[in-house]
């Protein structure tokens, strides 16, 4: 039997390794977002605390003869059975993966995150050369414990924030508790098809977002006419503008900040799950209970799409209150995005005096203009 030991090093770094020790001569390799992979052999991956008190993810593989070698940033492991005779063969390929998984390479690591990381601790092999079993190994940002400089976070060092950086339109569907589009008594414009256009920016560790929702025309004039603005109710659509700034809360990458919403200062929190998954949170202060008002999954294959779902939830009650289903994409450029926005724009009849007229809160006013808001005309 063979095992793995994954550590961070203690000294905070701009790219963070990983130091494994494949268990031959007690050498230790530096990789960085690595894979780990078993060929004929089963993988168990444990958590343990080591003498210096540090929590580290140890992996460890079924008792047989192996050799291992690196190809293309891949740690691998193969039974020797499975090893051409002669280099002449030329490396094998296992053909059927029989697990996957992740570990989480940082001291300090909670047992909570380590828990859905742990999932190759099961897997079997069946002792075949065409089984195979890959874990990626997952380096958090910076270190753990006391050697977390929040300030000195790179957001940008993080695939899933980088990922994120950028301009994106989307398509837009949001719905009230009753799973019906939502109605607003004081927006009277159509939320079951509407369009988003936001700016990521990273600077050091702070994610900068700025958003204008575009409106299309009301559809229910009949029942409602009133409008926001000089536009004409079923003819004109109309925008909103949305702001929020978060900053690192951690070196894993995950980030907070504070929200105001209808004069009360919510928390906010987003949560990071490996390169391509974010979790956003919004709670109340403390003193009025803490309890959720919405969570968002954000998800990122990494090809420019961008999926959020979120769950809303009434303030104190935690009742259900909506949900959202946003379809984004991500543009090469401003110019590519300000081009998408004035075809949106006048497609819809948002009238000049509208852009970036409005918030939603109290007063509805955003009392802004689009150069003020995202920094450059929109």
Known sequence: MFS???????VVKASPTCAIDPGIAGEELAISGSKLRFVGLTPVVTRRESSDGVERVAVTAASTAYSWSIVDGVLAFEKAACVPESDAAGPRTPTRAVAAAAVACAPGVGGKALGALLLAGGARAQESCEDVVEIDVY????????????????????????????YWWGEYTFLGAEGDPYASASWNYGYDHYWGFIHLELAGNSLRQRNVFVYPPSAKCDEDPSVSGAGECGINGNERIFSADQSASDCDGNLAGPYVTFGLTVDTTTTVLGDDTVVYSVKLPAHLGAGFNQNQLTTLPGNGVRVRTAQGFSFGAELPDYASFYREYKLANRTEWLAKLAEVRAANGILDSDHCAWVSGSPPESGTTCAEHFGFDA
Request: overall charge negative.
């Open 4 to 10: 793995l030991l994954l550590v961070l090093p203690a």
């Open 139 to 166: 380096v958090p940002g910076g270190g753990g414990g006391g050697e977390c400089d929040v300030d000195a976070v790179e957001l940008a060092d993080f695939e899933v924030w980088r990922r994120e950086e950028g």
